[in-house]
């Protein structure tokens, strides 16, 4: 995996949507133990310091926890707190754009709620 150096997106951000997403993968499980900030630098050959402010974000919301002298782990419900935040955040955010932009195309609310089923059943 590499992270985005040139995006807007800062690199500690990055880091921990891409540890978020190896748990949403099932690749860190709850209660298992979290690369560390020296492992996350080498692998994505970033800053030492870097990659513990994604940690400490991970851990300041509480989808992490850190054992003393162990590392950090990967809490009961870290699956579902990742799951419900970008239900709430992410997918309001894309609703929201979608209707301004269909609003400005004059799309009728009828025409697009059949778009959204449509795409839906994968068609």
Same mark, same amino acid.
């Given at each position: 995996? #590499?992270?985005?150096?040139?995006?807007?997106?800062?690199? %500690?951000?990055?880091?921990?949507?891409?540890?978020?997403?190896? @748990?949403?993968?099932?690749?860190?499980?709850?209660?298992? &133990? +979290? %690369?560390?900030?020296?492992?996350?630098?080498?692998? $994505?050959? @970033?800053?030492?310091?870097?990659?513990? &402010?994604?940690?400490?974000?991970?851990?300041?919301? /509480?989808?992490? %926890? &850190? #054992?003393?002298?162990?590392?950090? $782990? +990967?809490?009961?419900?870290?699956?579902?707190m990742i799951l419900e935040k970008r239900r709430s955040e992410t997918l309001q955010q894309l609703a929201q754009e979608l209707v301004l932009e269909a609003r400005r195309l004059a799309v009728a609310d009828e025409e697009l709620l059949a778009l959204i089923? &449509?795409?839906?059943?994968? /068609?």
């Amino acid at each position: 995996m #590499k992270l985005n150096m040139d995006g807007t997106t800062p690199i %500690y951000v990055q880091v921990a949507e891409w540890l978020q997403n190896e @748990i949403l993968a099932n690749r860190l499980v709850a209660d298992g &133990k +979290v %690369y560390s900030q020296y492992q996350l630098a080498e692998l $994505f050959n @970033i800053n030492p310091a870097t990659a513990g &402010k994604g940690l400490t974000l991970l851990l300041e919301g /509480e989808i992490l %926890y &850190k #054992k003393r002298g162990l590392g950090m $782990f +990967v809490t009961a419900q870290a699956k579902e707190m990742i799951l419900e935040k970008r239900r709430s955040e992410t997918l309001q955010q894309l609703a929201q754009e979608l209707v301004l932009e269909a609003r400005r195309l004059a799309v009728a609310d009828e025409e697009l709620l059949a778009l959204i089923q &449509k795409m839906q059943r994968g /068609e």
